[in-house]
């Protein structure tokens, strides 16, 4: 996932047109018989498409009757930790944006293979998502878990988590809602701590409930540890999360 930069101005005939602004790189890779399966006979129900105005929850969701708390995620890969998650909250609505087509379809497997219904898939760039689908304080989370940390230090400026994305998501999380990011490259999480910290409507909990883990969290229990996880910690990497609250 990456966020390259915004035009500066709008194109002339005499320079190229430049990329608009985007969270993430679409990558390549193929989609098995049953992803692809998923997406034909489930991706009708729970894939929404990108729209330019603000999203209807209730239809999207089936449940007209009281709202449902509602997190956002961006960028689930393979849905495995997506899918753990809404199992283990059954009453909270998830609305997911990936643009990885066998993730997308791997996620919709999941989702049949354990009868979850509470998972709504929009196949395009959150960014986008945010601004034209979300109306102000209307998540009760946002969860974004290992974005590409882009290693080298002439790419950070592609990394997702900056300041103006943030202040966009702060925006639009309910105060007391929250906002959960985790990475296992320990220059990313400094980076992740110092923008958080820097967003006036976000306060870091962990700083007055857990001072010896300095700003970082406790793993929150409704994350798994995913294989890829679980190999990096049996290798010595470490995991860091970093949760803050809307005030």
């Not at 049953?34 to 729209?51: D, I």
């Not at 609505?93 to 979850?116: I, N, S, T, W």
């Not at 923008?195 to 409507?201: D, G, Q």
Request: charged share 20%; with cysteine.
């Amino acid at each position: 996932m990456t966020q390259d930069a915004a035009p500066d101005s709008a194109p002339t005939h005499a320079t190229p047109e430049r990329r608009a602004i985007r969270s993430f790189v679409k990558r390549t890779g193929r989609t098995t018989a049953g992803q692809t399966k998923a997406l034909n006979e489930l991706g009708p129900r729970f894939l929404v498409p990108y729209q330019s105005s603000p999203l209807d929850f209730a239809a999207a969701f089936q449940q007209p009757q009281s709202p449902q708390p509602l997190v956002l995620e961006i960028g689930f890969g393979m849905g495995e930790a997506t899918a753990h998650i809404a199992a283990l909250l059954p009453d909270t609505h998830f609305l997911c944006c990936e643009v990885h087509d066998p993730g997308v379809g791997a996620l919709l497997k999941r989702m049949g293979e354990q009868d979850l219904k509470n998972i709504r898939i929009c196949a395009h760039d959150a960014v986008e998502v945010i601004d034209h689908m979300l109306p102000l304080q209307c998540l009760d989370g946002v969860h974004i878990f290992f974005p590409d940390p882009w290693h080298k230090a002439r790419h950070n400026k592609r990394r997702l988590i900056q300041s103006p994305l943030i202040a966009k998501l702060a925006a639009r999380i309910k105060v007391g809602g929250y906002i959960h990011c985790a990475t296992d490259w320990q220059e990313y999480a400094e980076q992740i701590l110092q923008v958080l910290s820097a967003e006036p409507l976000l306060k870091n909990t962990a700083l007055a409930t857990h001072p010896e883990l300095l700003g970082y969290a406790p793993k929150p229990h409704y994350r798994p540890l995913t294989k890829f996880e679980n190999r990096g910690l049996k290798l010595g990497h470490g995991v860091w999360d970093i949760v803050f609250e809307r005030v």
